[in-house]
């Protein structure tokens, strides 16, 4: 394989490869040998060295700033080097990232030992080859040992709290098999939204905060006050990972995911689909595995315990839904073998390296949380550092996402790729959201949106706009209940409204005797839409609404930071104009992948 092959979008998810290879109609020439590209290239071998030297810089010893942030350092393993570890939400993963990948190879090998003795010795027949008893024998294995390992890991992870899991499991269960069928909906959402905030609320039911609120106020006062002491006794026994709460909005996706899939399923109770529709059981689609890949007696509460707790995805996904994960468990991807799985290790291992050498090199996300007196930066060093914050957080949350992706994959489950796009290979809001947290759009989509109409021609503008509004502040919701993440889903709602005013205003098909020119007009409208989503993202993630208006008056206040701020939108052009013929180039190979 090629060094450039390795970084095909298809590489990373088989899901885009194209089927013939063949290039998707009105597709151009490549530019990649034109003048203008030339000029392109002799702005990447440039430009890119001062973006990082402007953050080295000041990350340094001798830098004035240093001493305010140089207690968030710690020793790190290059020479002579400290380390940036001070974000709490990536230096969980990585302290532990040794102990996860024993996981990682002890869970899929001792799933093929168990294979091979409870089908006799002989690993059970080829999944293409295989009946539909044959099938549904690998099937119950597979769910007998996901089961049985989970009870396990989600004790070792949780431990007293495991039984909290357990009884909020049952109960959607029950909500979505007991009550009649035209509550379900309604309570799913009315239980799991309700869970949000309750977590939220009440720091994941804390036993000694429970036995506080129901036992009389004398008793607790009264003597030796055994009773709270109890409930903080018990709470002790939290398992590796107390907090079982904070990371728990994954599972919430999955609970109202099966929920409205068994709901679904009850209109097509009748007959199956894939005899109806006469497919291949072994050669479903994505769009069929996800939409009918489970029979109506899949729907049991060990499926669904199996499902919801499948070990590789708890903690962070990627989500995949319960139809897609009975399907694969009957007939596994032919995606999942060591051809296809060592590349993606490759990618992964390349992504992990490149974090260790910014979090050892570049202090960015240090100096920002150490509160800075942005005047003592320049223009382009304030850009920058947000910049590198903006990438530092791609990169923390690609790296577990694809390091759980890649768990699954070795297990023989095919969960979607959660980030198909470099954050600087970004320029349309909307297209931004596809390709970033993958996975949840699509669940969003499938969940949500459709759901509430969508934006469909027969749906109104204001109809739409009203849908938008209420998915980003569902999405701001779920990852975490505060201010900061509302205005950042309401922005995202804001900031789509240019780029669909432009797209009304400038149709393609009206420019396709001027490419050139179109081409370029949509480039000063990308870098519009780059900057709108760096404000946002920074706005909601990094240094809030507060810290956004000191980078920006920083920039700005100056001539000379106005002078950097257009040149900075001249670099956003040309990398915009590299980002289009990338995605022309991937439709001369048949790809779409529509962000």
């Known amino acids: 394989m090629r060094l450039l092959d390795l970084y095909k979008v298809e590489t990373l998810d088989s899901r885009f490869a194209s089927k013939t290879g063949e290039s998707l109609p ?26 990082f030297k402007s953050v080295y810089d000041i990350s340094q010893p001798e830098h004035p700033g240093y001493s305010k942030f140089e207690g968030l350092l710690e020793d790190g393993w290059i020479p002579g080097r400290k380390v940036d ?41 080829q999944p293409e080859k295989a009946d539909g008893a044959a099938a549904n024998a690998q099937l119950q294995r597979r769910i007998t040992y996901d089961l049985t390992f989970a009870i396990i890991f989600i004790t070792a992870l949780h431990g007293i709290s495991a039984l909290k899991v357990f009884v909020i499991l049952w109960l959607n269960y029950q909500i979505a ?7 379900v909906a309604v309570a799913t959402w009315t239980f799991n939204i309700g869970l949000l905030f309750a977590n939220e609320l009440s720091g994941g039911f804390r036993i000694a905060n429970m036995a506080a609120l129901i036992l009389p106020p004398q008793t607790s006062a009264a003597g030796s006050g055994s009773s709270p002491g109890v409930g903080e006794w018990i709470d002790s026994y939290g398992g590796l990972v107390p907090r079982w709460e904070v990371l728990f909005n994954i599972t919430v996706l999955r609970l109202i995911a099966f929920n409205l899939d068994y709901l679904w399923s009850l209109d097509r109770r009748a007959s199956s689909p894939i005899e109806k529709k006469n497919l291949d059981p072994t050669a479903l689609s994505e769009r069929d595995r996800v939409s009918i890949g489970a029979h109506p007696t899949d729907y049991t509460f060990p499926n669904y315990l199996a499902y919801i707790l499948y070990s590789p995805l708890y903690l962070t996904g990627p989500i995949i839904n319960f139809n897609d994960y009975i399907a694969q468990s009957r007939h596994p991807l032919p995606t999942t073998t060591p051809t296809t799985i060592l590349p993606y290790a490759l990618r992964f291992l390349i992504c992990l390296l490149a974090m260790e050498l910014v979090l050892h090199y570049l202090y960015a996300v240090a100096i920002s949380k150490a509160s800075p007196d942005w005047k003592t930066y320049t223009p382009f060093q304030l850009s920058m550092l947000g910049y590198f914050n903006l990438h530092i957080i ?17 297990d023989g489950i095919d969960p979607p790729e959660n980030m198909v796009r470099c954050m600087s290979d970004n320029y349309s809001v909307l297209a931004f959201w596809r390709g970033w947290h993958r996975s949840f759009n699509r669940w969003i989509v499938r969940y949500i949106f459709v759901p509430l109409g969508g934006s469909q021609s027969d749906v109104s503008k204001f109809r739409a706009a009203v849908n938008y509004a209420a998915v980003f502040t569902f999405v701001a919701l779920w990852h975490d209940i505060n201010l900061r993440l509302l205005i950042w889903g309401w922005l995202i709602v804001i900031f ?23 081409r370029w007009l949509a480039g000063i409208g990308a870098v519009c839409n780059v900057l709108m ?30 002078v950097f701020l257009f040149a900075a939108c001249a670099t956003l052009f040309v990398g915009v104009q590299v980002m289009f013929e990338w995605r022309e180039s991937e439709r001369r190979r048949g790809v779409d992948m529509k962000c």
Request: glycine share 10%.
């Open 26 to 51: 009105n597709t151009p020439q490549s530019r990649w040998k034109t003048p203008e590209y030339y000029f392109y290239y002799a702005c990447f071998l440039t430009i890119p060295f001062f973006m």
């Open 85 to 125: 570890n001070s974000d709490a939400q990536y230096s969980g993963f990585r302290d532990n990232v040794p102990y996860m990948a024993v996981v990682l190879i002890l869970h899929p090998l001792l799933r093929r030992l168990y294979e091979r003795w409870t089908s006799g010795g002989g690993g059970g027949q």
């Open 177 to 183: 098999t007991a009550l009649p069928k035209q509550y």
């Open 394 to 410: 791609w990169l923390k949350l690609l790296i577990p996402w694809r390091f759980f992706r890649l768990w699954s994959l070795i």
């Open 496 to 518: 789509v409204l240019p780029e669909v005013l432009a797209r009304m205003a400038f149709p393609a098909k009206k420019w396709r005797d001027r490419p050139n020119l179109y």
């Open 533 to 562: 989503l760096m404000a946002a993202n920074l706005v909601g993630f990094v240094v809030g609404w507060d810290g956004l208006k000191g980078l920006v008056d920083g920039i700005v206040s100056s001539l000379g930071g106005r």
